[in-house]
């Protein structure tokens, strides 16, 4: 790291975490998989930092997944200094992502990231710092007492931080994971989403802190039972058709509206890594309709209409 930016302990502590987290999640998932193992990328960033994309693929579960972790700093780019507003500034920004997607079209596929971010001035003191991140789940088809049971998990995770956090972060994410070219389809059932989480003080930056990790912890918790539960359903070529199709609307959704997707990119982030996120095979069929009172259109009418799962 450059020292000479002044990372506050807060940075520091929390890129600690993560990378501790990354190893976490990625035993967890490859003990569900029972084949596959992930194979670790680290790389540098020329203007200052790195990271390490770990990827796994053709498991017993999981075709293809991610899950990275990454911290970079330096000057803020010039297209980052006109979405702040602000001048040249240097900057640091720690964050895990991960994106995981299941070979059987009963089990979801799964989002996450978790991040930190400080602006510094040219002299190196900060003058702005948040944290934001969250989770959210794309079944393809729909299981409510699986969307149950991941909407718990994170409300009882986040619950002790504030009581209205969790309505407030879930709503944050139906607005968000949307695919507005397409009248406002959501990508799937959602979960939580929040951020530029400002601490007002140290004190408050370590309550912070507290809440990410509290998101983190509870992702094992939220995903594997689902996994486990759907890993052994029997699934066919129209399972695997209509899970192809609902891929295409998570490709949609990253390549036109995500901003982590557009901040790493503009960053010079490292495109592999950035780009984990996509599915290994998607399909595109011109204005595909599921037939009505079917479980894939069970499943759509969902996307068009937010619920409350708990």
């Given at each position: 790291?450059?020292?000479?930016?002044n990372?506050?302990k807060?940075?520091?502590?929390?890129n600690?975490?993560?990378?501790?987290l990354?190893?976490k999640?990625?035993?967890?998932?490859?003990?569900?998989?029972?084949?596959?193992?992930?194979?670790?990328?680290?790389?540098?960033?020329?203007?200052?930092?790195?990271?390490?994309?770990?990827?796994?693929?053709?498991g017993?579960?999981?075709?293809?997944?991610?899950?990275?972790?990454?911290?970079?700093?330096?000057?803020?780019?010039?297209?980052?200094?006109?979405?702040f507003?602000v001048g040249?500034?240097?900057f640091?920004?720690v964050?895990?992502?991960?994106?995981?997607?299941?070979?059987?079209?009963?089990?979801?596929?799964?989002?996450?990231?978790?991040?930190?971010?400080?602006?510094f001035?040219?002299?190196?003191?900060?003058?702005?710092?948040?944290?934001?991140?969250?989770t959210?789940l794309?079944?393809?088809?729909?299981?409510e007492?699986?969307?149950i049971?991941?909407?718990?998990?994170?409300?009882?995770?986040?619950?002790?931080?504030?009581e209205?956090?969790?309505?407030?972060?879930?709503?944050?994410?139906?607005?968000?994971?949307?695919?507005?070219?397409?009248?406002?389809?959501?990508?799937?059932?959602?979960?939580v989403f929040?951020?530029?989480?400002?601490?007002?003080?140290?004190k408050d930056?370590?309550?912070?802190?507290?809440?990410?990790?509290?998101?983190?912890?509870?992702?094992?918790?939220?995903?594997?039972?689902?996994?486990?539960?759907?890993k052994?359903?029997?699934?066919?070529?129209k399972?695997?058709?209509?899970?192809?199709?609902?891929?295409?609307?998570?490709?949609?959704?990253?390549?036109?509206?995500?901003?982590?997707?557009l901040?790493?990119?503009?960053?010079?982030?490292?495109?592999?890594?950035?780009?984990?996120?996509?599915?290994?095979?998607?399909?595109?069929?011109?204005?595909?309709?599921?037939?009505?009172?079917?479980?894939?259109d069970?499943?759509l009418?969902?996307?068009?209409?937010?619920?409350?799962?708990?």
């Amino acid at each position: 790291m450059n020292t000479a930016l002044n990372f506050s302990k807060i940075a520091i502590g929390f890129n600690k975490y993560i990378l501790n987290l990354q190893n976490k999640i990625c035993k967890g998932l490859e003990e569900v998989d029972g084949k596959a193992k992930f194979i670790e990328d680290a790389w540098e960033r020329e203007e200052g930092g790195g990271g390490k994309t770990r990827v796994i693929a053709n498991g017993n579960v999981f075709e293809k997944g991610g899950v990275s972790t990454s911290i970079v700093y330096g000057e803020l780019p010039y297209a980052m200094q006109q979405a702040f507003k602000v001048g040249i500034n240097n900057f640091f920004a720690v964050g895990l992502s991960l994106v995981i997607h299941p070979k059987n079209p009963y089990i979801p596929t799964v989002h996450a990231n978790w991040r930190y971010f400080e602006l510094f001035d040219m002299e190196g003191k900060i003058i702005d710092r948040w944290f934001g991140g969250g989770t959210d789940l794309t079944p393809y088809y729909l299981f409510e007492e699986d969307a149950i049971h991941f909407h718990s998990t994170l409300k009882n995770a986040i619950e002790p931080f504030g009581e209205n956090l969790y309505s407030s972060y879930k709503k944050n994410c139906d607005e968000y994971f949307v695919n507005k070219h397409r009248n406002n389809e959501a990508r799937g059932i959602g979960g939580v989403f929040y951020d530029y989480l400002r601490p007002t003080n140290e004190k408050d930056a370590e309550r912070l802190f507290e809440f990410q990790k509290a998101n983190g912890n509870c992702f094992l918790d939220a995903y594997l039972p689902i996994v486990k539960k759907r890993k052994n359903i029997s699934f066919g070529e129209k399972e695997k058709y209509w899970q192809e199709i609902r891929r295409g609307r998570y490709v949609e959704f990253n390549l036109i509206h995500d901003r982590g997707t557009l901040f790493g990119l503009k960053t010079n982030g490292r495109t592999e890594s950035i780009l984990m996120s996509l599915p290994p095979t998607v399909r595109f069929e011109y204005n595909y309709q599921p037939q009505p009172g079917s479980e894939e259109d069970k499943l759509l009418q969902v996307c068009l209409i937010p619920k409350e799962w708990v």
